[in-house]
């Protein structure tokens, strides 16, 4: 069905007109400017922190605070124990290093390093393997302080 121009043209009872620039791409739309300049203009403007945006963050042991606020008298987390924690900083000052250093060595904040030695951060063992190996001291198990045996297991099937 085609209808003539014209009668199109009359049917339209109000006309508009938008005149609008190009939308800014992603970059300017993220710049102070152009966040100022569409506030002045009245527009919303929705701004939200995406947290450890753009870093590789594989695991972290601040998932634990929320487990931590909502600790209560019957209900409590095990912590590193205190033996766990002097180790920790006895290897730590043998091998000189700082507990920045240490935090460095294996991938972690100095914050974590410190919570281990005082007894406040809750074990991963993933982090306590990384520091057994920096320190080369065994902390988990019976023995806890021993050095740690050089080299990998070895199997007795040869």
């Known amino acids: 069905l085609s209808v003539p121009r014209l009668a199109m043209a009359e049917s339209d009872w109000d006309t508009v007109t938008v005149l609008r620039k190009k939308a800014p791409t992603a970059a300017q739309a993220k710049s102070r400017q152009a966040i100022a300049a569409a506030q002045r203009r009245g527009e919303e ?3 939200s922190k995406k947290w450890a945006a753009g870093q590789n963050k594989q695991h972290t042991v601040t998932k634990n605070t929320a487990k931590l606020d909502r600790e209560t008298e019957e209900l409590h987390h095990n912590r590193v124990p205190l033996e766990v924690g002097k180790v920790i900083q006895q290897g ?5 290093l700082t507990q920045k250093d240490l935090a460095t060595r294996i991938n972690e904040k100095p914050q974590i390093i410190a919570d281990y030695e005082a007894g406040r951060a809750i ?5 306590l393997g990384k520091i057994e190996r920096t320190i080369g001291m065994r902390l988990r198990g019976k023995d806890i302080g021993k050095p740690l045996e050089a080299g990998p297991k070895q199997n007795s099937t040869r």
């Open 92 to 96: 730590r000052q043998n091998k000189g």
């Open 123 to 127: 074990p991963n063992n993933q982090i």
């Open 45 to 47: 403007v929705e701004t």
